[in-house]
């Protein structure tokens, strides 16, 4: 297989893309923002005006290109109820929405230790377990259809082939729901009576099955083409550093969530206090990683992307200690609870100053991210902010090491769905650029801000 269309729906925007094994690109993509719904019974997720996008882009490519196979990337700590029909039982949860703090004290006493499961307590949904114990508390004659519990990305291989299956991607991605370890679902799954409802495991390297004949026809595309289930979004950006190249290495994922994982690191017991977690990679083997929300945190700093950073703008940052200190967002990252702030008067800042000190605002709290996880050997920055000079710069200066961005078009996560066509031995080329030298200056700034974090911390 050379040619796989990858539907992959991240948690701001979706998209459908054309990817090339051969080339190792995107060769032609459609794009559309990904829709909550804010409306009873909770806010919920656009299913139906994401299937009708991904419906007219998967046609639309098929009438310009060859395709040879479907794969799939979409966010995690999401799940899919559905009916027996294989219809929607319950809309699908936003995981921002805190409506399940009602339930919160009553599912602390019952969930999983960290030990088991590698899932930190996350705020709101975050964890997948108090999404479903909030749904089946607070809708009991709704919960009561449900027939099947399906992982978000699964759940649009069922769209395509009506096979319902699992994976452990999504799974393994802080839902409460999985022991790494053991490869099996944790004692709240069973606790809950919820194994039942819980599809065949699938094999993400093996399709689960063949594009239907009335979803061949509304596409244009051949009935019984192959489909894979796919992946969590973060972890297919790993796959295709897992299939290219050796340990040690750490993998940066962006986007609205920036997501850091050590492959071959130093040993280390991670943190849950400090958003740390064992997330569970293509092949089913848990992964030290942790994260925060980098793409949340620059637009709450109100960073101009487009803005042109002068080297009267570097050194009004750098000279002046002109520094965010964390955390933006506060629930979530290594600094949890902690309201972060300015150390100077941002809107005395130019726009070019600004987007300086956001960058180096985000490439210090990868530093932060990486070093709680062990990480060693370079860095590699997939996703939009692989584009960010300065956010790579700082990157580099923090750690101490090598600093390359995935060479996989703009997001790693496509190339990484595609890549499961490969199978379980298939090789990648890496193709990445290794970043220039960051400024000296850089060292000198992220020690300021490491003291003045932890004066700030007490």
Not at 42 to 50: A, K, Q, R, V, W
Not at 384 to 409: I, K
Request: proline share 6%; with cysteine.
């Amino acid at each position: 297989m050379r040619f796989i269309a990858v539907i992959d729906i991240g948690k701001t925007n979706a998209k459908v893309a054309l990817f090339d094994l051969v080339e190792g690109r995107e060769s032609d993509v459609r794009r559309a923002p990904n829709r909550v719904i804010d409306a009873p019974p909770y806010p919920h997720h656009d299913i139906d005006g994401l299937w009708r996008f991904i419906k007219e882009a998967l046609a639309d490519l098929a009438r310009n290109h060859q395709i040879e196979a479907i794969s799939i990337s979409a966010h995690g700590a999401s799940i899919i109820l559905m009916d027996d029909k294989g219809d929607l039982a319950l809309p699908m949860l936003d995981y921002e929405h805190h409506g399940l703090d009602e339930t919160a004290a009553d599912y602390d006493a019952i969930r999983p230790a960290f030990e088991e499961t590698g899932s930190p307590r996350l705020a709101a949904g975050l964890n997948v377990g108090a999404q479903l114990y909030w749904q089946q508390r607070r809708f009991p004659e709704d919960f009561a259809r449900v027939a099947t519990i399906i992982p978000y990305p699964q759940y649009w291989a069922f769209r395509l082939t009506g096979q319902r299956v699992s994976e452990m991607t999504s799974l393994g991605a802080h839902t409460d729901l999985w022991n790494p370890e053991k490869r099996d679902y944790s004692s709240l799954v069973d606790a809950m009576d919820w194994r039942r409802l819980m599809p065949p495991m699938s094999d993400a390297f093996e399709p689960v099955g063949g594009l239907t004949s009335e979803s061949a026809a509304e596409l244009g595309l051949a009935a019984g083409l192959p489909v894979f289930g796919g992946l969590h979004d973060s972890n297919a950006s790993l796959l295709t550093h897992l299939k290219a190249r050796s340990a040690p290495f750490s993998v940066v994922s962006t986007g609205t969530w920036v997501i850091c994982f050590a492959i071959g690191g130093r040993a280390i017991a991670l943190d849950p206090a400090r958003d740390t977690l064992m997330n569970v990679n293509a092949y089913g083997d848990p992964v030290p990683s942790s994260r925060f929300m980098g793409g949340r945190a620059f637009a709450a700093l109100g960073a101009d992307p487009q803005a042109e950073v002068t080297e009267d703008d570097k050194r009004a940052v750098l000279e002046g200690g002109v520094m965010f200190l964390p955390s933006e967002p506060v629930d979530t990252g290594p600094f949890i609870g902690r309201k972060g702030g300015w150390t100077h008067q941002a809107d005395a800042l130019t726009p070019g100053a600004r987007l300086y000190a956001a960058s180096l605002y985000l490439g210090l709290m990868t530093g932060v991210c990486l070093e709680l996880i062990g990480a060693d050997g370079p860095s590699i920055v997939e996703g939009p902010f692989s584009a960010n000079a300065h956010y790579l710069d700082m990157l580099g200066a923090v750690t101490g090491r090598a600093v390359e961005t995935g060479g996989a078009g703009a997001t790693g996560t496509s190339a990484g769905a595609a890549a499961l066509a490969l199978g379980r031995a298939g090789r990648m080329t890496a193709t990445g650029k290794t970043a220039t030298a960051p400024d000296p200056r850089l060292v000198d700034y992220a020690g300021r801000w490491r003291e003045s974090v932890d004066k700030a911390q007490g």
